[in-house]
């Protein structure tokens, strides 16, 4: 018996039909189901496919043992989470060491920022095949009906969680901006867009994609707190014929 | 009678199996598709879709008039492209008016760095619908088997037709680079990653997800002039527990 295939496939922003045909196979054929969620949750991973599995497919739910609780900067932060992967990665080599295929539901695409890349390197051994997929951005983008960039616009992709001086520079120097991670850091975002003179050209999308889409001038966004599912985009201006 | 959507359709980096679902039915049911193509090519758009059309679809090819016969820094580029552009939204207008919808064939996702942009800008009085896809940067990195971002790496998409000396500065500065437009400013992106210090972390992929996929050290590869499917990858070494 030969040992099985682990695939990190990616789901894609949000809505099921924008995933690839090869991943809507993988899934619906899937006997090996394993995705993250955050403890007490039933997960965003999972909700996407909702519907779409075999009966009896088995599933693995994989539950971050911190989120938010501690920063990241804490020591404790890193040696927890290598510790949940450690262990995360034991089941599913267990699984492939049986024989069995696993699917391992990503959401967005899983080589851009997602939480499949820490099973990816601990599994250098295993046959592992990666499904690329739409990300979260092209959602976002493509939900405020205005292409993000033209002719030679340089697009810069930043994570919410960097400092407010950092935010800023990167921000002046980009045609076109994404910004990701945003939760509690959506205030810190709005004011380093603030100080570049950019809040008037970004829009906060939420839940891209899914039903509860929400497209908004972040400068008339009230909240303080943006949900898991949030992009700030700023579009670029360039080249157009 | 009421007049037809345009839809953009983005087909994602070259696979068929990585088209969305949504996708893949648009193509497969429409009666009318459209899809840009140098002239005296069969154009890339158009095979992706290969044996996938209705026998009864109506093709509509959109030649491009110039491509890289003119360089665009010169004025008369731009007065040809918009006369073209506009020949198309006239084609695609016609249709929509006589309550045909219409499948514009777009590799890549649509809003980003795509000529779908040129149609969906000019029609804004018709109902244009824009389907996203996996861009071709995600199918590059996937084909590097390796994440392209971490943590709070900052990603810079960048265009090889920049000024060597932005190319040198923008690379410095980012943690995750992707650069697009290669051709024939691939030996200026060699330069600038160089003179940085950044070639010998650079991967050069060509035709990702196709059968002709390559995977390369940039430093490594002897060609001076990309296929226009490449695109130069480096990866983020941001925060991992």
Redo the contacts between chains.
Sequence with gaps: MSAGTIYGVGL??G????????A?RLVRDARHVAFFRKAGRSGQARAIVAGMLRPDAAEIAMEYPVTTEIR?SDPR??????QF?EGCVARLRDLADAGHDVVVLCEG??????SF??L??RLTDLRVE??????GM??A??AT???????????????G??PEDELAR?MAG?DALVVM?LGRNLDRVRRALERVGRLGAAWLVEYA?MPKERVIRLAEAGETVAPYFAIVVVHGQG???
Excluded: C, Q
């Design positions: 894609g922003p809505d099921p039909e924008l995933m690839s045909v090869r809507d990241f932060y890193n040696a927890i989470l290598s992967y695409d899983p080589f851009f920022y997602g890349m820490h990816h390197s990666t499904v690329p997929a739409i990300t092209s959602g983008w493509t009906d205005s292409p993000v960039t033209w002719g030679d616009d340089v697009l810069t992709v930043l994570m969680t960097l990167r980009s991670k994609t080249r157009r014929p």
